[in-house]
């Protein structure tokens, strides 16, 4: 009865595993499709590049937030010299 106990914990974990993975994944279409349809109206409206930078920021993540953050600081530095 114990191993039941056991594979069952095992099919539960691997079920909720794959349950976040797909959250995962639809969170990261969604912002992908939200990046697309925030440039298509940018370009339609053709707002300056730097409403449509803003923009871009609130949808970009982790290792694109980084070099962002990296980008952002070396422009900093330029513009002070």
């Given at each position: ?14 079920h ?12 990261r ?53």
């Open positions: 009865m114990c191993s039941n106990k056991r594979a069952q914990k095992k099919l539960e974990a691997e909720s595993a794959r349950g976040h993975e797909l959250q995962v994944e639809r969170l279409l969604e912002r992908e499709r939200r990046m697309v349809s925030d440039e298509t109206m940018s370009e339609e409206r053709n707002w300056p590049m730097s409403i449509r930078i803003v923009m871009l920021q609130t949808v970009i993540t982790d290792k694109a937030q980084e070099a962002y953050a990296a980008l952002t600081k070396k422009t900093e530095k330029i513009k002070i010299r």
